[in-house]
């Protein structure tokens, strides 16, 4: 998802956005570890997404 897309959300759709890559983050780490994930880059993908979802809800709090 794009951070264009991710403003354009309200902050409660955002913090769900933020619950579901994390469940889906714990999910992979677990597939990872016991060797049952194939796609590994998709780990660093969902951690970016991560980092992009907390720095649009901070933006969007230091707002006035």
């Not at 309200?10 to 016991?34: A, M, P, V, Y």
Request: no cysteine.
């Amino acid at each position: 998802m794009k951070a264009i897309e991710l403003k354009e959300m309200s902050l409660d759709e955002i913090s769900r956005k933020e619950l579901d890559l994390t469940q889906e983050l714990f999910n992979l780490r677990f597939q990872h570890g016991t060797g049952q994930l194939e796609n590994t880059s998709k780990l660093q993908s969902v951690k970016r997404e991560i980092a992009r979802v907390k720095t649009i809800i901070r933006q969007k709090e230091i707002q006035p």
